[in-house]
């Protein structure tokens, strides 16, 4: 399945001066294809990305990350999914904020983390959700063919992308 334009790199916002921007990975690097998140996190942090873009990648989100995604503008989650009608290499949607945070012990959704940082901020960054598809989940660190092949553009896209992100000026509004 091809992917359209509007859900490509493409749609991710201009990056001006001053924007503050966090890629948040998401998946477990021990369990295969499920790793993607964390791996373009882990691709990204070699690619000498410019000031204000800030790399963090786990497990699944909890509450003490809705701290540091209130503090950025821009925020894309990257995680992988096994929807089977997945435009590959990757899907890009807006985020939507949940109403209230819910969480459990266990993991906190997007909207919750969302809805958590404007409670702590008073504000929300623009979000995004980065789904790259992914097709094996045995327990070891190796991806599969497709899913590194996806990867590999997904992380070439979001690196061109942030290296837009235009230098910011001492003394001049964000």
Same mark, same amino acid.
């Given at each position: 399945? @091809?992917m359209?334009?509007?859900? @490509? =790199?493409?749609?991710?916002?201009?990056?001006?001066?001053?924007?503050? +921007? !966090? +890629?948040?990975?998401?998946?477990?690097?021990?369990?295969? %294809?499920? /790793? !993607?998140?964390?791996?373009?996190?882990? /691709?990204?942090? %070699? =690619?000498?990305?410019?000031?204000?873009?800030?790399?963090?990648?786990?497990?699944? #989100?909890?509450?003490?990350?809705? #701290?540091?995604?209130?503090?950025? %503008?821009?925020?894309?989650?990257?995680?992988?999914?096994?929807? $089977?009608?997945a435009?590959? $290499?990757? *899907? #890009? @949607?807006?985020?939507?904020?949940?109403?209230?945070?819910?969480?459990?012990?266990?993991?906190?959704?997007?909207?919750?983390?969302?809805?958590?940082?404007?409670? !702590?901020?008073?504000?929300?960054?623009? =979000?995004? *959700?980065m789904?790259?598809?992914?097709?094996g989940?045995?327990?070891? %660190?190796? !991806?599969?063919?497709?899913?590194?092949?996806?990867?590999?553009?997904?992380?070439?896209?979001?690196? *061109?992308w942030?290296?837009?992100l235009?230098?910011?000026?001492?003394?001049?509004?964000?």
């Amino acid at each position: 399945m @091809t992917m359209p334009a509007e859900l @490509t =790199a493409r749609a991710l916002p201009r990056l001006a001066a001053g924007t503050r +921007v !966090l +890629v948040f990975g998401i998946g477990n690097p021990g369990r295969g %294809d499920d /790793a !993607l998140g964390c791996r373009l996190v882990e /691709a990204l942090e %070699d =690619a000498g990305l410019p000031p204000g873009v800030t790399l963090d990648a786990n497990y699944q #989100l909890t509450p003490e990350d809705a #701290l540091t995604i209130a503090e950025h %503008d821009v925020v894309v989650f990257a995680d992988a999914t096994v929807a $089977p009608d997945a435009p590959t $290499p990757y *899907t #890009l @949607t807006l985020a939507d904020t949940a109403d209230t945070p819910t969480f459990s012990t266990h993991a906190m959704s997007i909207g919750s983390v969302l809805a958590l940082a404007r409670q !702590l901020s008073g504000r929300v960054p623009q =979000a995004w *959700t980065m789904a790259i598809p992914a097709y094996g989940f045995e327990i070891n %660190d190796v !991806l599969t063919s497709q899913a590194a092949a996806n990867l590999a553009c997904a992380c070439d896209d979001v690196r *061109t992308w942030l290296m837009s992100l235009e230098p910011h000026v001492v003394g001049s509004e964000p």
